[in-house]
T-cell receptor, first 116, second 110 residues
Framework: GAVVSQHPSRVICKSGTSVKIECRSLDFQATTMFWYRQFPKQSLMLMATSNEGSKATYEQGVEKDKFLINHASLTLSTLTVTSAHPEDSSFYIC????????????FGSGTRLTVV | GIQVEQSPPDLILQEGANSTLRCNFSDSVNNLQWFHQNPWGQLINLFYIPSGTKQNGRLSATTVATERYSLLYISSSQTTDSGVYFCAVNSGGGADGLTFGKGTHLIIQP
């Protein structure tokens, strides 16, 4: 139980273009989802909290206009990296928690973004 | 915010050895999880353990919340245990994200 699906798993895009990443909770509803970023050989850092039906909250230093988050339903959150640049290349992972079960947080399989 | 420190940062062992990974945190927590990140980046949830002791096969974990630390034990290590082990916590409820430690990079040699 408590499965989170993330797509795509890997994307290569040209500098200046936008990329959308989807995160779905498959067997539970999630009013809150989380987006993390991981640079090579580093830990995961929370970028933003996605709230169903309202604006996302961003961690300090994360540009909300560059990383657009939409959480339009109880099972889907999307992260759009706008006007991507090579420094945005990273591993992006989403997470959600099924508060009805004591499993803690479940993570998607991640998206490896490369901007060329 | 809450601080998470993991030790050791790197660990190299021979197959069959036992190991203990430590996670110290700076404040009381409502959630503590241990993850194994495989070479493809997938985070595998090993334990949800804000307090107490749990065991799952060759792995076990103990969290002493009053002393603000958690331990992950791996017995009879296998090469497939290699990877990065993360401890992650939060002190709020389900609306708060997790704070991760820097991880322990474990290499099990055949």
């Amino acid at each position: 139980g408590a499965v989170v699906s993330q797509h795509p798993s890997r994307v290569i895009c040209k500098s200046g273009t936008s990329v959308k990443i989807e995160c779905r909770s498959l067997d539970f509803q999630a009013t809150t989802m989380f987006w993390y970023r991981q640079f090579p050989k580093q830990s995961l850092m929370l970028m933003a909290t996605s709230n169903e039906g309202s604006k996302a909250t961003y961690e300090q230093g994360v540009e909300k206009d560059k990383f657009l988050i939409n959480h339009a339903s109880l099972t889907l959150s999307t992260l759009t990296v706008t006007s991507a640049h090579p420094e945005d290349s990273s591993f992006y992972i989403c997470s959600a928690r099924d508060i009805g079960r004591r499993y803690g947080y479940t993570f998607g399989s991640g998206t490896r973004l490369t901007v060329v | 915010g809450i601080q998470v420190e993991q030790s050791p940062p790197d660990l190299i062992l021979q197959e069959g050895a036992n190991s203990t990974l430590r996670c110290n945190f700076s404040d009381s927590v409502n959630n503590l999880q241990w993850f194994h990140q495989n070479p493809w980046g997938q985070l595998i949830n090993l334990f949800y353990i804000p307090s107490g002791t749990k065991q799952n096969g060759r792995l076990s974990a103990t969290t002493v919340a009053t002393e603000r630390y958690s331990l992950l034990y791996i017995s009879s290590s296998q090469t497939t245990d290699s990877g990065v082990y993360f401890c992650a916590v939060n002190s709020g409820g389900g609306a708060d994200g997790l704070t991760f430690g820097k991880g322990t990079h474990l290499i099990i040699q055949p």
